[in-house]
């Protein structure tokens, strides 16, 4: 999507921040004890209180409001029974449609106690989405963003999983530009427009290169070598100043 008027930044931004106080809320549930089903409960009721719905449900009749992923999974994790414990690795990715428009964002979360190297983790995975957004400006290259990431994942010693990419949203969960690679990709070449819209969500991981499926469900995905595992996401608007990040609490 690219944004043709003041009303559809509106509206964007409206479901953004939609979104990242969902997954806040979630976040701040979030301790030994709870179910994952619990967490997406809560969830699905902020999303449905302010108007909003669930769009893995919506566009993919996903089984559940959120995606919860825990330890070894890395992606697309279905709420259910699971206890969170402590010392969990806990991904929550919130993707939501209000008014015809869609917003998406994710963060992984360490239960305390946690050993060292998974604050590590999760707190380089943070930085190296920002350093991915830092790339965001009209007229740049995507492939700035997945050199940059992968730049910054070289240098501490990180992998990335390299088969789930960013991508195009505004009018749908997943649209044009699709497969925005955060890494390093030499076949890249498009360049960014002024008022387009999409994600950036690196995996940075320990060890891991790509998400496998599973045997319990179509839906879960694991790292591949199995190795501890962060997203980071936010959607964004490049524009000539910059980003302009839309999923943000305030």
């Not at 530009?177 to 960014?192: G, Q, S, V």
Request: proline share 6%.
């Amino acid at each position: 999507m690219v944004i043709s008027t003041e009303e559809e930044l509106v509206l964007l931004k409206d479901i953004g921040r939609l979104c990242a106080v969902a997954m806040q809320t979630m976040a701040d549930a979030l301790e030994p004890g709870i179910t994952t089903a619990e967490l997406d409960a809560i969830g699905r009721r902020v999303l449905e209180d302010n108007g909003a719905q669930s769009a893995p449900e919506f566009c993919y009749k996903f089984p559940g409001a959120t995606c919860i992923s825990v330890n070894e999974e890395v992606a697309h994790g279905i709420p259910g029974p699971r206890i969170i414990k402590a010392g969990d690795l806990v991904n929550i990715d919130v993707s939501a449609v209000k008014n015809g428009f869609f917003g998406d964002t994710g963060s992984s979360f360490a239960v305390p106690p946690v050993k060292k190297e998974i604050e590590r983790l999760c707190r380089d995975g943070k930085r190296a989405m920002w350093t991915g957004l830092q790339q965001v400006k009209t007229g740049r290259p995507f492939a700035d963003i997945g050199n940059a990431i992968g730049a910054f994942a070289k240098k501490n010693r990180y992998t990335l999983i390299t088969n789930l990419a960013s991508h195009g949203i505004g009018r749908s969960l997943h649209e044009e530009p699709k497969e925005l690679a955060t890494w390093p990709d030499k076949d890249e070449r498009r360049i960014m427009q002024e008022g387009m819209v999409f994600t950036v969500e690196p995996f940075l991981s320990t060890g891991a290169y790509w998400a496998e499926d599973g045997d319990d469900d179509p839906w879960t995905l694991y790292s591949d070598p199995s190795a501890p595992t962060v997203q980071y996401e936010h959607t964004v608007v490049a524009t000539k100043n910059g980003p302009l990040v839309l999923t943000l609490v305030e």
